[in-house]
């Protein structure tokens, strides 16, 4: 077992306790990979659970219903590759009944402070549990970015579309934890990914301690619903005969 893996599944152990994580425990909850981990965070990975640290940014997430990325290198050692694809649904709140142009294809965050999350909805994750709001209509969304190595010893990327940093922290086995933050606008996300559809409990829990050391709010903004993946979405069985787009899994 890799020493990352080894380490996290000794700070597990701290996501049981009832009490908030300590200064010490968050020094082990938040440690990020080094520059040399690289190989840890590549290949492909679906979008588990996120939490926001700003309210208008945060909102973003609701139309989100699945998305998955991979990360491949390039042939400069220093850019790293992002193809995000996933599923949006546009929602109207029933009370309010606003005209809301068509949505139309765009890209989709990477970001868990994400790219520009909050300049366009059709572009961001939603939950589709959201009270008091019917979707009306859903989207197919494929997006491949470009992103370049911040000099460090860490683990940390900066994407110049969103003019966005990308920082990775140690994390469970088979997961990729993703702290995005806009150094402007001082939004930020935090992004739990993982190889499969589903993560343990305590990983979770794990993942909503790392979150409260860096201050984002417990409450998660965005949770996957496995039944929504690229082959079993719930349009997938009408999906041609409504003229939507087939989300595949990118790779």
């Given at each position: ?31 990020p ?77 990477t ?32 997006n ?30 088979d ?16 992004y ?17 301690k ?42």
């Amino acid at each position: 077992m890799p020493a990352t893996h080894r380490a996290f599944a000794l700070i597990s152990l701290l996501s049981f306790s009832a009490a908030a994580p300590t200064v010490d425990d968050c020094n082990q909850l938040t440690q990020p990979l080094q520059a040399n981990e690289l190989h840890q965070i590549l290949g492909r990975w679906i979008f588990i659970q996120g939490l926001a640290g700003n309210g208008s940014l945060g909102d973003t997430l609701r139309f989100v219903e699945s998305t998955w990325m991979v990360l491949n290198t390039t042939s400069d050692s220093r850019t790293l590759q992002a193809e995000i694809a996933g599923r949006v649904v546009q929602q109207l709140d029933q009370s309010v009944q606003p005209q809301v142009p068509k949505m139309e294809d765009a890209s989709i965050p990477t970001n868990s402070q994400g790219p520009e999350l909050s300049s366009n909805p059709s572009s961001h994750p939603v939950s589709s549990s959201t009270p008091h709001l019917v979707m009306k209509e859903d989207r197919c969304l494929r997006n491949v970015q470009n992103m370049s190595l911040v000099d460090g010893k860490d683990l940390e990327f900066y994407m110049k579309i969103a003019s966005s940093y990308h920082r990775f922290l140690q994390t469970c086995p088979d997961c990729l934890l993703m702290h995005t933050y806009d150094k402007v606008a001082n939004h930020q996300l935090f992004y739990l990914f993982a190889r499969n559809k589903t993560v343990t409990a305590s990983d979770l829990e794990t993942f909503r301690k790392q979150g409260e050391c860096l201050r984002f709010p417990t409450t998660p903004k965005f949770n996957y619903n496995p039944n929504n993946g690229p082959e079993n979405g719930p349009q997938a069985a009408n999906a041609a005969a409504l003229g939507r787009k087939k989300c595949i899994f990118p790779g």
